[in-house]
């Protein structure tokens, strides 16, 4: 199957399971988030097909990339777009927003993302083996583990520093349901919020078959795609200036951040085991 095929295959997943799971979260009568800008259906439709196209893209790579089962690949892709995108967003947004409704959100996002996974597990993999794991004391995972937990506040409040003086007069404005909560608010949220990514990527890393420089590319465009783009590129009714200079900071402290989780999960040499070597569905790319 073509590459294009595959991922229009995986948006147009995204796209209908991101409806029908929407469609069951509003008769459990859970409240969806309220923006302050209504739109049709079609132009909300469009909105959310371009998002779903954009974080397909940004997965590609990564999902490329991983070896393994299908059950393994899957477990792994779940993991990355379920913590890095729906939890991470919602956690985020109880800070940054009032526009409420982060149950509906997860409900939404629960079975949205399994097919999702799902679909890009079965499209794409690694014909590669498997690496085994790397061989480190306890203490090593412990300082490395550390290490990645405290790295991701760190790096966000770098570039949002960069970004602030020019975002942060909307949100004190209250436009559209936006806040700024405290600094100390900030950046607890941020040490949550990178335990939680940090679960979100180890099980891609560890199932990588390809270079650090590779993992770098896939795992960093993942993060933007995840955590910003799929987002920003659905929030027609944010100034077009939040989401421009969101988007380029969220892309550069993604890229920064993966090369941290790069450098401290995955070494330069990994020695094969070949008796985990899989075979990846028809057409699937490999991630050298």
Not at 99 to 120: C, K, R
Not at 183 to 191: A, E
Not at 259 to 265: D, Y
Request: proline share 6%; with cysteine; glycine share 8%.
């Amino acid at each position: 199957m073509k590459l294009i095929a595959r991922v229009l295959l995986c948006t147009v997943t995204l796209i209908i399971a991101t409806v029908v799971s929407g469609a069951l979260a509003g008769a459990l009568h859970l409240k969806p988030p309220v923006v302050g800008w209504s739109t049709t259906p079609a132009a909300m439709l469009a909105w959310m097909s371009l998002g779903s196209l954009v974080l397909i893209v940004g997965m590609v790579p990564i999902a490329s990339g991983i070896g393994g089962s299908f059950s393994a690949r899957c477990f792994a892709l779940v993991m990355l777009l379920f913590l890095a995108n729906a939890v991470n967003q919602v956690l985020e947004l109880t800070i940054f927003s009032t526009i409420g409704g982060f149950g509906f959100l997860i409900a939404q996002y629960v079975i949205a993302f399994l097919l999702t996974a799902a679909a890009l597990a079965w499209a794409f993999g690694a014909h590669n083996p498997v690496p085994s794991l790397p061989r480190m004391p306890v203490s090593s995972w412990i300082w490395r583990v550390l290490a990645a937990w405290l790295a991701f506040p760190v790096i966000y409040l770098a570039f949002g520093m960069c970004v602030g003086p020019f975002v942060v007069p909307y949100y004190k404005t209250g436009v559209l349901g936006l806040i700024i909560p405290p600094l100390d608010v900030i950046m607890r949220m941020q040490l949550l919020r990178s335990f939680l990514f940090l679960v979100a990527s180890l099980p891609v890393i560890l199932l990588w078959t390809g270079s650090r420089r590779r993992l770098i590319f896939a795992l960093g465009l993942a993060h933007s795609s995840l955590v910003g783009l799929y987002g920003l590129a659905q929030a027609y009714w944010m100034p077009s200036v939040l989401r421009e200079l969101h988007s380029v900071e969220i892309v550069a402290d993604s890229f920064v951040y993966a090369t941290v989780l790069a450098w401290l999960f995955f070494p330069r040499t990994r020695t094969v085991a070949t008796s985990s070597v899989t075979h990846a569905p028809v057409g699937s790319a490999s991630a050298a």
